[in-house]
């Protein structure tokens, strides 16, 4: 195995004992022989992300239409712990906040939580947070590095979100990824690739997106490679490609 080849864009940094074991157990899952590629990448130039419809055309969805005009991202953290105008708000919903630092090296942004993400308190939990650890450390991002959210903050069981409130939680998380500047963004799963991006997973992966002026690769949340591993090496190419150097 290529051991000494891992650079695959961006700053190298040392990483620890604790931190190579990971590194190599994500590649073995992900059937990885190899930590580069030979032969140059082609993509699709990708369209235009969808703007979400003017709240005069349905004034239902009205009260959803959250378009927060905070100007730091403490700001705007603080909106999503205590606002009742969020989509999906509820006197049931539960809350679950993002982490991580501002100018983070990547920002991952992920399906709406489970109750497996609310037990851990965390945007991605359990066994999904535990791959996405060994994600991030074959890039050689360590976890604390790395800024997590969602596209609803708020997890409610059973519920599914209707075009409008899809859009408008595209609305937050476009004004979320401004604040937080993230130098990478990985959305993780079909709802952030449909929200922000009007396509699903399937036709969204393999190329790269700008959202915000940041570079946008999408890939399977880890909950969907615990279930499908074979998906494991398309996940490793996405990867590969979010961090190929800026051209």
Request: charged share 20%; glycine share 6%.
């Amino acid at each position: 195995m290529a051991g000494e080849e891992g650079n695959v864009g961006g700053e190298q940094e040392l990483i620890g004992i604790a931190e190579a074991r990971s590194t190599l157990a994500w590649w073995l899952e992900a059937g990885v022989d190899a930590v580069v590629q030979d032969e140059p990448r082609d993509w699709l130039k990708p369209a235009s992300p969808r703007h979400p419809a003017s709240p005069a055309a349905d004034p239902q969805p009205a009260p959803n239409l959250a378009q927060p005009s905070h100007e730091t991202l403490a700001e705007l953290q603080q909106w999503l712990a205590t606002s009742t105008q969020l989509p999906l708000a509820s006197a049931t919903a539960r809350r679950i906040m993002p982490q991580g630092p501002e100018n983070a090296a990547i920002m991952l942004l992920s399906d709406a939580p489970t109750l497996e993400d609310f037990a851990a308190g965390q945007p991605i939990g359990g066994e999904s947070w535990e791959l996405a650890r060994r994600m991030l450390a074959a890039i050689k991002i360590p976890a604390e590095q790395a800024y997590s959210a969602s596209l609803s903050c708020l997890h409610v069981p059973g519920a599914r979100m209707s075009p409008a409130d899809r859009e408008a939680c595209a609305e937050v998380a476009r004004r979320h990824i401004l604040l937080a500047k993230p130098k990478r963004l990985l959305l993780l799963g079909d709802g952030p690739a449909q929200a922000l991006l009007g396509k699903p997973l399937p036709l969204a992966r393999g190329h790269v997106h700008k959202i915000e002026g940041v570079r946008t690769i999408v890939t399977f949340h880890p909950r969907q490679l615990i279930n499908q591993p074979s998906n494991k090496s398309l996940a490793w190419k996405d990867l590969l490609l979010l961090m190929e150097d800026e051209s």
